[in-house]
């Protein structure tokens, strides 16, 4: 492919006047999107709401490999997913949020316990002066509204397209698309998720940090009532979470190291059942097991620097975190509000989007919050996998200190609940 479009530079410079007369079959764009999954849709949604609002119009494509059926995107599998309620709260100022809260169940207490020790945390919602600190859907539930959503936002969707080539030149960037078509762009955002092929290609650096774990997903029966609860265990195997999916399910979300995920793997379905129930034990009385899911790798990707010459990174292409304490689409959440606020005052004011004068206009509102919860997913993880004898006693002190005193607790419900105030 590269040695194509090098020849066809060739003749590009040999031949002029027939390509110029070609270039109207580039297709110019304001901002180009990659990826049509949740935070691609979020950024296209927020966009289209805020520039009508400020009666502007730009120029936006949405450019996803995968066919548009939610049930056969992989960024829509069986997964659970917490939205914060600040989450909830910017999806509903671009009307996203109302077709989702059919589908959506409440937290409004969170059960936070440390196996084999005397640790414990009980958050009520009530008490922090909201009605539930978030709500929970399953990924394929939310898929279908994210893509109608998308469908109306009035962006162009060019789906499905694969991005076989990117160059970038000072004043745009075009993409060379797997139909043979050519767009141009101002700026590109990667929303391509945590595995992203074109960030890989641009050679943006990310830092990693393997935890050594994997993520094994399934959802349950409870026999006590669910009320809105949700419950995260620290277990020496890693966090066990479980999110509530409606009045009797649960989603779980269980770390585990990798001779104990393959251990899991051998067992059938009763067996791997008494383990989960070993590990969490009987608040819910007895779990049944209704769906055994997947599993994936934990660890942290983080983009440094999420810009590079009119890119920009979004979502786990920027930033992919451990699930302890729920913050992945939530930080992403934040990350797009704040861009939606600084591409439209940019447009609004003449500014070319991609400039970087702009783009890290939007770093720097950004980079204090990704750098924070980062560093408080890693340190969870750090505290709670350790079985060094003191820091287990600090660790179990500090948890009595957060049930004993609620004002410890407020800044780590405000931080994890991502509270903004609306425009």
């Known amino acids: 492919m590269i040695e194509s479009l090098a020849s066809q530079r060739l003749l590009q410079r ?14 110019p764009f304001d901002l180009v999107i990659i990826g049509g999954a949740m935070t691609g849709a979020t950024l296209a ?4 709401t805020e520039l009508a609002r400020a009666g502007s119009v730009m120029k936006i494509a949405v450019i996803d490999s995968h066919a548009p059926q939610p049930e056969e995107h992989p960024g829509f599998d069986g997964r659970s997913v917490a ?11 671009y009307g996203i949020w109302p077709e989702l809260a059919a589908k959506a169940y409440p937290i409004r ?19 922090h002066h909201c009605d539930a600190f978030g709500q929970v859907l399953q990924l394929h539930q939310a898929g279908a509204v994210f893509n109608r959503a998308l469908q109306s936002s009035g962006c162009e969707l060019l789906i499905p397209r694969r991005v076989m080539q990117i160059e970038r030149e000072a004043e745009r960037v075009t993409l060379h698309l797997d139909n043979g078509e050519r767009i141009q762009t101002r700026l590109l955002v990667l929303a391509d998720g945590g595995r992203s092929p074109l960030r890989d290609q641009l050679k943006i650096p990310l830092r990693r940090i393997d935890y050594g774990q994997y993520g094994l997903t399934a959802v349950v029966e409870a026999s006590a009532p669910v009320a809105g609860r949700a419950f995260e265990r620290f277990t020496p195997e890693g966090p066990l979470a479980l999110l509530p999916l409606d009045d009797s399910h649960f989603g779980v979300v269980w770390s585990v190291g990798k001779e104990l995920r393959e251990t899991l793997a051998g067992l059938d379905d009763r067996a791997f059942l008494s383990r989960l129930q070993q590990s969490f034990g ?7 097991l209704k769906v055994r899911q997947s599993s994936y790798p934990l660890q942290i ?22 699930p302890v304490a729920g913050q992945g689409f939530n930080l992403t959440m934040r990350d797009i509000d704040a861009l939606t606020e600084v591409l439209v005052d940019a447009h609004n004011r003449g500014e070319d989007p991609g400039a970087f004068s702009v783009l890290n206009r939007y770093w720097q509102q950004r980079k204090s919050d990704v750098e924070q919860t980062s560093r408080l997913t890693s340190s969870l993880v750090a505290c709670f996998s350790n079985h060094y004898w003191p820091l ?9 200190g957060m049930a004993l005193l609620p004002s410890l607790q407020r800044s780590l419900v405000r931080r994890t609940m991502g509270i903004t105030q609306d425009r």
Not at 111 to 126: I, N, P
Not at 301 to 322: C, E, I, K, T
């Open 83 to 93: 939205f914060a309620a600040g989450t909830c709260q910017r999806l509903d100022h």
């Open 14 to 27: 040999a031949f002029p006047s027939v390509f110029n007369s070609c270039d109207t079959m580039t297709k």
């Open 109 to 127: 207490s969170i059960h936070v316990t440390d196996l084999g020790h005397a640790g414990r945390v009980l958050l009520e919602s009530s008490e």
């Open 45 to 48: 949604c927020a966009l289209s």
């Open 392 to 400: 287990v006693c600090g660790r179990t002190l500090g948890m009595k």
């Open 301 to 322: 990707q983080l983009a440094d620097y999420p810009l590079s010459h009119r890119v920009l990174l979004l979502g786990n292409a920027a930033h992919s975190l451990h």
């Open 282 to 288: 009987f608040r819910l009385g007895r779990l049944r």
